[in-house]
């Protein structure tokens, strides 16, 4: 039986009519929207599989849909098929809804292959090893951070997983397996700014 493999994706925004327009989103609706993204996820990641889930998954919109925070959690976190779902939470997210998740938290690092993986919804600058190799992903930047991170941080080990961002990278919308992630990261030197007199990585 093949080993699970593990993939990360952020920032879903299910059910936000405005995120199509505030992230250039190639969607008529919203439905439209939820069932793409609904269908990369599911098509890409088997169920005994690991997602990392990195925050901002819905919006309830009570007032339209009927359906109140946990019931729009149940709503969607039933239509993923993984049964091994780690949450990061985003600042749309709320602990009510942690009991659907394998886990639930505000930061997660986590080792494959070797290699570490800080987990967080919004970026960091420097995290936990930083200096020494490891990899932090993160969300809620919406691809916003790219400009920055090309301009400044060239080198820098970090990769925004959100959805809009992997529409970028390779015209889909679902979630990054880790070895994409490696594939991208491991190119760069690492930057670490919190080292004196030390601006790459030398030591991995
Ligand atoms: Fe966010």
Not at 35 to 62: C, H, M, W
Not at 92 to 101: G, I, M, T
Request: proline fraction near 3%; charged fraction near 25%; charge should be neutral.
């Amino acid at each position: 039986m093949p080993q699970p493999e593990k993939y990360a994706i952020a920032d879903l925004h299910l059910n936000h009519e405005n995120s199509i327009q505030l992230c250039s989103r190639p969607f008529i609706n919203k439905e439209e929207m939820d069932a793409v993204i609904l269908e990369g996820i599911n098509k890409t990641v088997q169920p005994r599989d690991t997602l990392y889930l990195l925050g901002d998954n819905f919006f309830s919109n009570e007032k339209e849909t009927g359906r109140n925070y946990l019931e729009t959690a149940k709503f969607y976190r039933k239509q993923i098929k993984c049964r091994n779902v780690h949450l990061v939470r985003g600042n749309h997210d709320k602990k009510s809804a942690d009991y659907l998740f394998s886990s639930s938290q505000d930061f997660l690092k986590i080792k494959d292959n070797h290699q570490k993986y800080i987990m967080c919804h919004r970026p960091f600058l420097c995290w936990d090893s930083s200096h020494s190799g490891s990899y932090h992903i993160h969300g809620h930047t919406h691809a916003g951070i790219n400009w920055y991170v090309e301009r400044f941080l060239k080198e820098c080990r970090l990769l925004d997983v959100g959805v809009d961002n992997i529409y970028l990278l390779k015209g889909e919308f679902r979630p990054l397996h880790f070895s994409e992630i490696d594939e991208i990261l491991s190119k760069r030197l690492g930057f670490c700014p919190d080292i004196k007199d030390t601006h790459h990585l030398l030591s991995v």
